[in-house]
C-alpha cells in the first residue's frame, strides 16, 4: 500500500522537491498526492505544477477568522484523503481544527536541535546563541510551537564565518534527508508514540 502524503508549503519548497524525488520510486513507499500552501506564486507550488500533483492555496486574509482559515485548511487536505501530512517550511501555526482532523498524523521539520529555538528563526537563533551544533527535527504536531514528538534529528556543525544563510542551507541539506529518510521508513514500516518518545515501526 502506497502511503498518501499532502504537503504543505510556504516558500521555495526543495524540502517537498525531495520528497516528491524520493516518490519517483515506487519501493519508497509514499506518494504526494497534492501540495497545500498560504500564499499563492511560491516556487513551492510550481515545484508541484512541474510534478503534476495538484495544488491548493488557503490564504488567511480570505477568511474571516483564524478558526475559519484553520478549518478551511483542514476540509483542503481531507479532500485528498491523505495518510500522512507533511510540514515542509509552511509557515504557520495549524490550530485546533485541524488538529482534530490529523493530530498524530501530521509531521513537521525544523531547522534546530528541538527543543532548542523553536519558532520561526531557528537558525539566526542558534547562531545568536553561539551554538558549536545545531541541526534539524521532524517532529509530530501537537498544539503548541515546535514542542510535538520527536521522530528523527540531524547535527549540523555551525562554522565560524557562518551567517543565517550560509547555516540555513547547510542544515537543509540534512533536514531534506532527514525529511526523505524518516517519511519514508513511517510510511513502510509505520510508527508509533510512546509518551514523549517518537518510535518508527508499528
Ligand atoms: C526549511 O528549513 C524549513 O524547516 C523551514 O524553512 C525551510 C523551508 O525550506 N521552516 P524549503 O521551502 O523546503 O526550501
Not at 525544523?110 to 542558534?126: I, K, N, T, V, W
Request: aromatic share 6%; hydrophobic share 45%; with cysteine.
Amino acid at each position: 500500500m502506497t502511503a498518501r502524503l499532502v504537503v504543505l508549503v510556504s516558500g521555495s519548497g526543495t524540502n517537498l522537491q525531495a520528497l516528491l524525488d524520493a516518490c519517483a520510486d515506487p519501493a519508497y513507499g509514499a506518494s504526494v498526492v497534492a501540495v497545500g500552501a498560504d500564499r499563492d506564486d511560491i516556487e513551492g507550488l510550481a515545484r508541484a505544477e512541474r510534478a503534476g500533483v495538484p495544488t491548493f492555496v488557503a490564504r488567511v486574509g480570505d477568511f474571516s477568522s483564524r478558526d475559519h482559515w484553520d478549518r478551511a485548511l483542514a476540509d483542503k487536505v481531507a479532500a485528498f484523503e491523505p495518510d500522512l501530512v507533511v510540514l515542509a517550511g509552511f509557515m504557520k501555526l495549524v490550530g485546533p481544527g485541524f488538529l482534530a482532523a490529523f493530530g498524530g498524523r501530521t509531521v513537521n521539520t525544523h531547522p534546530a536541535l528541538s527543543p532548542s529555538f523553536p519558532g520561526m528563526h531557528g537558525p539566526r537563533d542558534a547562531l545568536d546563541y553561539g551554538v558549536k551544533v545545531t541541526g534539524c527535527t521532524l517532529f509530530v504536531v501537537d498544539e503548541g510551537v515546535d514542542t510535538g514528538v520527536i521522530l528523527a534529528q540531524s547535527v549540523v556543525p555551525v562554522q565560524d564565518d557562518d551567517d543565517v544563510e550560509s547555516l540555513h542551507e547547510r542544515i537543509k541539506v540534512a533536514e531534506r534527508a532527514m525529511l526523505v529518510d524518516t517519511v519514508g521508513r513511517m510510511a513502510r514500516e509505520g510508527f508509533r508514540v510512546e509518551g514523549r518518545r517518537g518510535l518508527l515501526g508499528r
